[in-house]
């Protein structure tokens, strides 16, 4: 039988075009029933403020680097959505007289725009606000050097090869998005090979460090996040981290702090991932088969799948 066209814009694949069953069974989980869905691989975690939220997520920057040494360096590789943490990371690397010259880090992603990656002047740089939020606070004799930092360009040779260059990614993180991606692994659109069935896994899984399309769900998201509702702010591509780097993480930690993916898609890719159910139309599912994931919940945050007219 055919998958249903998407219910946001029908040119693309995303998690509306799933099994109405699976939907359905999504909708009714509890967020005790997401403790529950935790299994050897798969870690599901609960914090009750958003203090004790955004301090272990920084903490894991603290404990990769505290790792690092110059023979054997080690680094992380950080999401923009959440912000919070990198103010954190900075004042407690300040307050330990931390050394973190032999850490390295790796930004997630960067806009776009007019054939390059936007400039950090840009006001969506991602760039611009991890330097700002974080490696321009730490001080500069503890701080790594800017050799150490990568982030992503238009031409990713130089990005991607920093993968290979003998430093281990100790953790990624992240966040997840309206369309269930993580950086921005979107859902592809529907088209040519890919009208009638969305990309195998082990097709998606091939995907490195590239320039991306943007869901049209994921361009109105960060309008909302993060440009006020502006949605001509938002450039349509970024060059995105990919599956196979993600797969070089010894860990990938994904932060769910209830205002960047709603009710249903927190609950949706923690079952998709729980049960092993993978599916290229909900990116995240794909880290069902990575050996080492967490997911990481401000438990206000979660909500309910509820009807309620406002």
Known sequence: MPRKLSAICPDWWDYTTLDDDLIRAVAR?????????????????????????????????????????????????????????????????????????SAHFWGMDEWFLDGKEAPVTHPLSFERADRELCFKRIRRELVMPDTNLHFPKADTAAYRESWDAGVRCAVMQGGQGDVKHWAFNDPPRRKGRHKDAPPTPAEYRKLPTRVVDLHPLTVAQNARTSGGGNIALVPTQAISVGPVETWKADKISIWHAGHHDNPFGQRLTTYMISKRIVDTAVPMSLLADHPNVQFNFYRPGIGTCDVEMH
């Open 29 to 101: 989980l509890t967020p005790k029933d997401l403790l529950q869905l935790s299994r050897p691989g798969f870690k599901v975690v609960f914090y009750d403020t958003h203090e004790e939220f955004y301090l272990t997520e920084a903490l894991e920057y603290i404990t990769a680097w505290r790792q690092s040494t110059e023979d054997n360096p080690v680094g992380i590789c950080g999401p923009i959505g959440p912000t919070e943490q990198l103010p954190l990371v900075a004042r407690l690397v300040n307050d330990l007289d931390l050394r973190v010259k």
